[in-house]
């Protein structure tokens, strides 16, 4: 069965994640995608194992020419290859592409039907359009790092660049969208992406918890601030487990489980703002029991109930737990070296597209003669 992209051409102008993550997941749905690095490579390239974590990652299955885009006949060969080509991505720096004679208004004057989509750190409407911008900017101005945290404590980040990673997400989507609008206009579109606005974005839940409840959004570590027990981290025999079970029937069905009904009865856990107001005491009647259990013997137990319980765990236990296994999330790739290792693949199923497995990362200019020969 055909993959959905299959015989669509993206051309990817990209460093780091924001751009290559979006392209990574285009290419597993088939598009034929054309990295173009400088001469020195990705960025990503040369920030030691982070940055080679990240080439890794999203450049799997790629194909790689190198271009000095400040060169007036490797310029021409960019706009060669993007005036036969579907989709452009880019995040350089703020201005780049247009100081390069690549901007939007010049390269869809010569490809109309081309889709371009851009990514930077802020709006392109805003006073900081032009500002460097990476992923920590955006949760800090976000309001990501202001509830993110122990409560006491400071502002923290997300552990992972999670608004590179969801910007990739929305680049995905601006792009099946500008290509589903050309199938019946004939046109392509021009599209920008913000880290901040994605980070604001992902965060529209606690926007209508401000609106409902009239209390701005703290960080209040883990547990839910109006239910409990709700995201309470509880430890066990062996680790530690997530629990929330704050509905009337799941919290009666906790209470036996830990062989504590008269908590039932109990003014402190009798509703959920009674259980709120009294956390530290419920949390600890409910490890009193979990501590001496295993952290499986907890899931599987808690999770026949109904209630959602799931072990906290490290990167190496992930990799074996049975339902990364068998979902197929993980596949494997090759580093520009040839050595394989576990990346994951879509987070999704779908007909007519497959794990691709030991797909290879390119070496910088890799398929330079087979890309600029046409």
Known sequence: MQAPLEGIRIVEFGHYIAAPAATQILADLGADVIKVEPP???????????????????????????????????????????????????????????????????VTGLNPRLVYVSVSGFSRRGPSARRAGLDIAAQAESGLMSVTGEQDGDPQRVGMPIADVGASYAVVQAVLAALFRRERTGRGSVADVSLLDVAIHMQSALWGEWHT????????????????????????????????????????????????????????????????AHRRELLSEIGSVLQHLPTERCVAELGSLGLVAAAVRRFSEVATAPDVLMSGILTTGRDTDGRSFDVP?????????????????????????????R
């Not at 987070?347 to 030991?358: A, I, M, Q």
Request: charged letters at 25%.
């Open 40 to 106: 020195a490579g990705d960025q990503a390239r040369s920030i030691g194992a982070y940055g080679d974590g990240i080439v890794c990652a999203y450049n799997r299955g790629k194909r790689s020419v190198a271009l000095d885009l400040k060169d007036d006949d490797q310029r021409r060969i960019a706009l060669d290859l993007l005036g036969s080509s579907d989709v452009l991505v880019q995040n350089m720096r703020a201005g780049a592409m247009d100081g390069l004679g690549l901007g939007a208004e010049v």
């Open 213 to 276: 409840s009239g209390q701005e959004p703290r960080r209040k570590g883990n547990g839910q601030a109006t239910v409990a027990p709700a995201a309470d981290l509880v430890t066990t025999a062996d680790g530690q487990i997530v629990l929330s079970a704050y509905t009337v029937e799941h919290f009666t069905r906790l209470c036996r489980f830990l062989g504590k009904p008269w908590m039932l009865q109990d003014s402190r856990f009798a509703d959920n703002p009674a259980r709120v």
């Open 345 to 373: 693949f879509l987070p999704f199923t779908l007909e007519g597209v497959e794990v691709r497995p030991d797909l290879q990362v390119p070496t910088v200019g890799a398929d330079q003669e087979s890309v600029t020969s």
